[in-house]
């Protein structure tokens, strides 16, 4: 059975930073990227950042130059730097990790920002 645990979250005033870590467990194969996702109250989850096996990542507008996310697919983790923090980043925070066989989510993990 594959579980994605999710650490890290808290509470934090603007402009401060957290790191969000994530470890998967159980049989994964072939993984192809990992990211984070969030949903804030009575919004959709969106995404937040991913990054894939070869590398590459990817960052809406939102958090480009603010967040930075890491990974090792040997390691099944993955890892999101915040930094400067702002109110409206304030979600329930989601690990995910796509295999060629299907994707993964984990429990999430709150992060609040106060202003």
């Known amino acids: 059975q594959v579980q994605l645990v999710e650490s890290g979250g808290g509470l934090v005033q603007a402009g401060g930073s957290l790191r969000l870590s994530c470890a998967a467990s159980?049989?994964?194969?072939?993984?192809?990227?990992m990211g984070w996702f969030r949903q804030a109250p009575g919004k959709q989850r969106e995404l937040v950042a991913t990054i894939t096996n070869s590398g590459s990542t990817n960052y809406p507008d939102s958090v480009e130059g603010r967040f930075t996310i890491s990974g090792d697919n040997a390691k099944k983790t993955v890892y999101l730097q915040m930094n400067n923090l702002k109110p409206e980043d304030t979600a329930v925070y989601y690990c995910?990790?796509?295999?060629?066989?299907?994707?993964?989510w984990g429990q999430g993990t709150r992060v609040t920002v106060s202003s």
């Open positions: 995910w990790v796509q295999s060629s066989y299907s994707s993964y």
């Open positions: 159980g049989s994964i194969f072939n993984i192809n990227a």
